[in-house]
């Protein structure tokens, strides 16, 4: 039960979790300083995506910055738990629930 409590308290780990299960394989990436929560490959498919709860600009510009260094032209995605779209040039903006709620596909 705690193990589960521990998954559960972190959309990261919901993320992971949910991703693992179908079927993808993740990892933590890096891009020269910068860090991107989970790398997704599954066959020719891969996405980026990072997650971020808190809403303070500087967050944001981090979380976004990260992904904008990226030019290999897959998917880049930001979750967040806001409910307005972000989304800018090939980063795609998408609200947490309903990512999880498979709305939206990798």
Excluded: W
Excluded at 43 to 71: N, P
Excluded at 84 to 99: A, L, W, Y
């Amino acid at each position: 039960m705690e193990t589960m409590k521990r998954i559960l308290g972190n959309p990261l780990k919901i993320l992971f979790l949910m991703n693992y299960l179908e079927g993808y394989d993740i990892t933590i990436g890096k891009f020269k300083d910068k860090e991107v929560d989970f790398v997704c490959r599954k066959h020719d498919q891969t996405a980026y995506i990072q997650v971020h709860i808190f809403r303070e600009e500087s967050t944001i510009k981090r979380e976004f910055g990260s992904l904008s260094k990226i030019d290999d032209k897959y998917p880049n995605y930001v979750l967040s738990m806001d409910e307005f779209d972000r989304s800018c040039q090939e980063i795609k903006h998408t609200n947490v629930i309903d990512f999880l709620k498979d709305e939206i596909k990798l």
